[in-house]
C-alpha cells in the first residue's frame, strides 16, 4: 500500500514535488497507509495539477475532451449506406438526346413513381464524355444496406416499367430506351459517419475552445 | 470545524511541527484525520499565502511554523468562529 502511495504521488506535478516530495514520502513512511489514504493522495495530485495548469495543458486537456465527446457520438451514430444504379435513356437511332429533356422525364417519372418526396432519394445527371445520351445515378441511402440496395434495384424496375408503358403507342423512331449501365449495388463501407474525421473535428474544435478558455483564464486571473 | 488550512494554523499556533506531527496533533484535538494528500495540499496553500514558513533543519521531516499573518488571520478566522457558536448557542437556548 505504501508503494502504491509512493507511485501515485508521483501524479503530482514537477514543480511540487521537487518542494514537497520528499517529506511526503516521509510522511507516508510514518503513517499506517489506509485504503482512503491512496485515494486522498490522487485527489490531491488531481487538485494540484489543476491549480499549477498552465495553457498548454488546458489546451490539451479541452481538445481531448472534444475529441472524446466526439469519438463517443461518432461510435453511438448509426451507420447509413448508399447503394447506386447507373442508367442512360438513349432515342432509339439517335447518339445524342437533350441533358434537359432527360432531367425533366427522370423527374416527372420519379413523381408517378413516389407517392411523397424522399430526402435520401437522390437523381443526379452525370456527364457523359463524347456528347452520348446522358446517364443519370439513382443513389438511396438507408442504415441497412441491403434494404438501401432493394430499394434502388425496385425503382430501376419502376422506371423501365414507366418508361416501358410511356413508349407503347410512339412510332419505332421517337421510342427511348431505358438502359442499366451500373446495377444497383451493396455498398460494402458506410458513407456516414466518417468517424476519423468526427474525431479529428472534435479534436480541432476542442483545441479551439481550450485556447479561448485559456484567453479567460487568463483575463480572471 | 473541518478546514484544512485553518486546522493547520490552529497546530501550529502553539510551535513547529512537521507533516506527521500536524497530523496526529490535529485528530487529537479536533478528532479529525487530514489524509497526506488533505494535508499537504493545505500546507501549499498556506506556505503560498504566507501563513507559513518551512524551518530550516536537514531532515527529510521539514517542520513549519506560523508566521505573524497566519497568527493574525487564525485570530480573525477564531473571532469569526466564536460570534457564529455564541449566537448559535443563544438562539438555541430561547428556542
Redesign the interface.
Known sequence: MRQL?RWTARLYPVV?RER?G???????E??QPQW??L???????L??QMTTWNYLKIVAAVALAGALVAGVFAFRTQNRYVSRAVMRIAPAGRADSDPQKTLDRLQQMTNQILSRRDTALRIQLLQTQGGGAPAFMISYEYPDQVKAQAVVRDLVASFIEQNNTAQRNRPASAVEILEILDPPNLPEQPCFPNRPMIVAVGLLGGAVLGLLAALVWRGVR | MSDPTLLVLASLADGEK???AM?EDIQRFANVRL???????A??RLEQRGWIRPVDSGD???PYCITGAGREYLQGELTSLDRVVKTASRRLKHA
Open positions: 502511495i511540487w514537497y520528499e517529506e511526503l514520502d516521509a510522511l507516508v510514518d503513517i482512503e489514504d485515494f486522498n493522495v490522487l485527489l490531491g495530485a487538485r494540484m | 512537521h507533516g506527521y497530523m489524509g497526506p494528500g488533505t494535508l499537504y495540499g500546507i501549499t527529510r521531516r521539514r
